[in-house]
């Protein structure tokens, strides 16, 4: 079993190049049937997230593997290559471990990377594509997760995204409670925005969404009006601060849209958080005048806020994430042995029906009992010990030691 995962990450890849890597929830199981059905992967699973996209793989050819993720996104190999890490056997259990628990999220302990990789665990069963070795790296991953966060304070004075986001209009406004907030998209990350702006009591809350049944549900938690994205061109000039994080694979609010926008609204500027990949807005609109645009990469800076008091609690982290490394690697160490243990029954078993056999048909005709248990038990002990003294008389001086070594380990023997 060689477990492999490599990928990008918000680290080691900008923003272009991680919204080209995505994985739609629509095609996630295509994708998983693609990569373990034409190519020597036994196992895998794709976590796709706004500042990640990572695959775990059971495989003994992971360049294969890692071409793939860029064939499948039809780019270029050398496009990929400098942003992509490669992470073999403990290196690949470390840093799963290290993102469940907060610990690589560029929000230091942020929870919600944990339901992510819940999420890319059950595509991988229901694509059918999760086996034992992963099974039981995720089972790991999630105890580790959970341990750190009850054990440590790493997730103390974390600022998510979503806070970000409503400290940043505050910046701008000073005080939102005379602005008016359009939401598009009716996703978790949306949830936690609304559910921050709304704590600020802003003048109006809309949220927009493909299907108008969506943008209810989470209205009527927020007593907000819910709107279709249809309804965007003529509902953007009313709206101060909009905040985005859809799905879709095309940007939802072109250049040509904003400009119209703007000019309705006689040049009051809008305030916009795109917090999509891929993104939700043009790049183009960043041009405009009257426009403050931020993506997920600019609230960086805000989101390290409070980072210097949990850096205590990662070093406890770490120490908690290299036990379990070490406890997860003696697993499967066991679990390579397991086809040299099989073999070794095997090979004793036909030992032993061989003998029993010829043992059966010495009593059938008519040997003395005792004499043929005496020579079953002959038979088998020679037939054990045959190979390993034939080897031990016939090796060389260079490794005669070792043998000895290993043969008084195995057969626990104490020479005087």
Request: charge should be negative; glycine fraction near 4%; proline fraction near 4%.
């Amino acid at each position: 079993m060689q477990l492999f995962a490599f990928g990008v990450n918000h680290h080691t890849a900008p923003l272009d190049m991680r919204e080209q890597l995505t994985f739609p929830e629509n095609v996630m199981e295509h994708a998983l049937h693609d990569l373990v059905g034409h190519n020597p992967v036994k196992e895998a699973a794709i976590v796709s997230t706004c500042n990640r996209t990572e695959v775990y793989c059971s495989t003994e050819k992971p360049d294969v593997a890692m071409r793939w993720l860029a064939d499948f996104h039809r780019l270029q190999a050398r496009e990929l290559d400098p942003y992509l890490y490669k992470l073999p056997r403990e290196q690949a259990v470390k840093h799963a471990f290290r993102v469940a628990s907060g610990l690589d999220s560029m929000v230091l302990g942020e929870p919600q990377i944990l339901g992510q990789l819940k999420s890319a665990v059950k595509s991988a069963e229901h694509a059918g594509t999760l086996g034992m070795l992963l099974h039981k790296l995720f089972q790991r991953t999630f105890f580790v997760a959970k341990e750190v966060r009850t054990s440590t304070e790493i997730g103390a004075n974390s600022v998510s995204m979503a806070a970000a986001a409503a400290r940043l209009a505050e910046r701008i406004f000073g005080d939102i409670g005379e602005q008016r907030v359009l939401f598009i998209g009716a996703g978790e990350m949306i949830e936690l925005c609304a559910s921050h702006f709304a704590a600020r009591k802003p003048k109006r809350i809309t949220v927009a969404n493909r299907t108008i049944e969506r943008a209810e549900a989470l209205s009527s938690r927020f007593d907000a009006t819910a709107i279709t994205l249809s309804d965007l061109p003529e509902q953007l000039p009313l709206h101060d601060i909009v905040v985005t994080c859809t799905a879709s694979p095309l940007p939802i609010l072109g250049k040509g849209m904003m400009e119209r926008a703007i000019k309705a609204r006689k040049h009051r500027p809008i305030f916009i958080v795109d917090l999509a990949v891929p993104r939700d807005v043009e790049i183009e609109v960043a041009e405009l005048d009257d426009i403050f645009l931020y993506y997920v990469d600019d609230l960086s800076e805000i989101v390290k806020e409070g980072l210097d008091s949990r850096q205590s609690a990662v070093a406890q982290a770490e120490t908690i994430i290299d036990s379990n490394v070490v406890d997860f690697m003696r697993w499967v160490a066991t679990r390579e042995s397991v086809p040299t243990i099989r073999a070794l029954r095997d090979q004793g078993e036909r030992y032993r029906r061989h003998e029993l056999a010829r043992a059966s048909k010495l009593l059938a005709n008519g040997e003395d009992p005792q004499k043929v248990m005496e020579s079953l038990s002959k038979g088998l002990a020679n037939k054990f010990l045959h190979i390993p003294s034939s080897t031990l008389n016939h090796a060389s001086a260079d490794e005669r030691d070792d043998l000895v070594e290993l043969i008084n380990r195995l057969y626990q023997l104490h020479r005087s």
